[in-house]
């Protein structure tokens, strides 16, 4: 740590300040402290650079989570550590703030120890930042990074990706390699700088971007298995919002030549770029006979095993009742909560996604759709309708329906009752993807 450091304490409890003012000053290598109240920390920072921020939230006081957001978007404050002292914040307020940026948090009552180790650590983390952040100005000025985006540029792609791909090896860790484009059956997809930008927004601090080319962007996951690259393009695609879309090609790095790699993530993305919001896992390409054999393995058969299992123990299904007695409140309460997110990031945006992408075939549709613990899509024309439905039992479960009547006379009928916690983006697109592909076919029979 630096010789001197400058702790800033915000809190509109000034009793709260003196309390944690006084278990500082047996912190070491401590310059000064200062506080303010969250009003006054407002204009507080100007020209002023402390060395971490001990930041109180009580009873989820938004000024709070506006004070982080409005620290972090200032250029010489963005990594700058914050501290959050949590008082009475719900669990959601709290990943918020880390969304937002801080560095830790820290639960009332206030443990001395607990408070100093805390402090240090975030002491230890701006010295951190301020070296990473001086050896990145110097791979940009070596021409390694892109100074417009911060991402290893194309010149040195393969320099980069090999000495990772070594690295993860060397010290048996897993890794996931994206190979990423925009989806280009979108009228007006985002330039490379907001593309790489949502690709930034939606990965960790210690994954890192890769120019292949001038749309075609690797993303290396380190300490990351196909499950976690799925939550990353499923992120990538949320982010990118109703108007916007991304495929990809996947490889967990195992025991594969670099060149197999590539090959394989190039033949994937090709494949992935035929459908829309596709991601396609490149697999089985060991050498064998000094050839690699490249296997693409579409994300739909990878959980038939998990549709599977769920489908067998359908049968056996308890009643709701009994179901619901098997849980305690804090496990519905959590339950709830979860599902809710998941109508939040997953149904509510892929149902406004394959609304806007109907809306551009600018065909005569009707389209509806609402969302929450009843959740509806609908496309009708003329009298043919499609529609999904996805009903929530208030546990664990979805129930989801699709219908296709055709002058009031069933065409399809489709229930199927799943772990609503593996309806991701992806899942959810697929069926919905291929429900109205289905409709789209029975109107052309009819023309």
């Known amino acids: ?59 989820n006081n938004m000024r709070a989570l506006s004070l982080i957001r ?29 969304d937002n940026g801080i560095s830790d948090v820290l639960f009332m009552p206030i443990i001395d120890y607990e408070l100093l180790i805390r402090t240090i650590w975030c002491l230890q983390k701006n010295e951190l930042n301020l070296s990473i952040e001086s050896r990145t100005q110097f791979l940009t000025n070596l021409g390694i990074v892109q ?16 000495n990772e791909i070594a690295q993860s090896k060397k010290y048996s860790q897993k890794a996931c390699i994206l190979l990423i484009a925009p989806d280009k059956k979108y009228p007006n997809y985002k330039d490379p700088k907001d593309f790489i930008s949502i690709i930034k927004k939606s990965i960790r601090i210690n994954d890192s971007v890769v ?91 990878i959980l ?22 098997a849980f305690d409140k804090n496990s519905i309460k959590l339950f709830n909560q979860a599902f809710l997110r998941k109508v939040k990031v997953v149904i509510n945006p892929v149902f406004k996604k394959y609304e806007n992408i109907l809306r551009i075939k600018k065909q005569d549709f009707a389209i509806n759709s609402y969302t929450g613990n009843k959740s509806m899509f609908s496309v009708s024309s003329g009298d043919v309708c499609a529609s999904m439905a996805i009903e929530y039992d208030g546990i664990e479960h979805a129930l989801v329906r699709l219908t296709i009547t055709d ?30 592909d289905k409709f789209i076919i029975i109107l052309k029979k009819k023309a």
């Open 1 to 59: 740590m630096a010789d001197v450091n400058t702790v800033v304490i915000i809190s509109d409890k000034q009793e709260l300040i003196n309390q944690i003012s006084s278990k500082l000053v047996l912190l070491r290598n401590l310059d000064k402290i200062k506080s303010c109240s969250i009003e006054e920390a407002q204009n507080m920072f100007d020209g002023f650079n402390p060395n971490v921020i001990i930041l109180h939230c009580d009873n």
């Open 70 to 98: 409005k620290i972090k978007n200032q250029e010489i404050y963005k990594n700058l550590p914050i501290l959050l002292i949590n008082e009475n914040c719900s669990r959601e307020v709290i990943i918020e703030a880390f």
């Open 147 to 162: 100074a417009q985006t911060g991402v290893y540029t194309q010149k040195y792609c393969d320099d980069f990706l090999k």
């Open 211 to 301: 120019i292949k080319d001038v749309d075609e962007f690797y993303v290396y996951l380190q300490k990351t298995k196909l499950n976690g690259a799925y939550s990353v393009f499923e992120r990538i695609n949320n982010n990118l919002g109703v108007d916007f879309g991304a495929n990809a090609g996947v490889v967990e790095v195992q025991d594969q030549s670099f060149e197999d790699i590539k090959d394989a993530l190039s033949a994937a993305l090709n494949k992935a770029s035929e459908n829309t919001n596709s991601l396609i896992v490149a697999s089985d390409f060991y050498v064998k006979e000094k050839k690699p054999t490249i296997s693409l393995k579409k994300p739909s058969e």
């Open 304 to 325: 038939a095993r998990h549709e599977a299992l769920i489908e067998d123990n359908k049968t056996s299904a308890k009643p709701a009742n009994e179901v619901q007695n």
């Open 407 to 436: 002058n009031d006379q069933k065409r399809l009928f489709e229930t199927e009752t799943i772990d609503f916690t593996i309806l991701d983006y992806r899942k959810l697109s697929l069926m919905l993807n291929e429900l109205i």
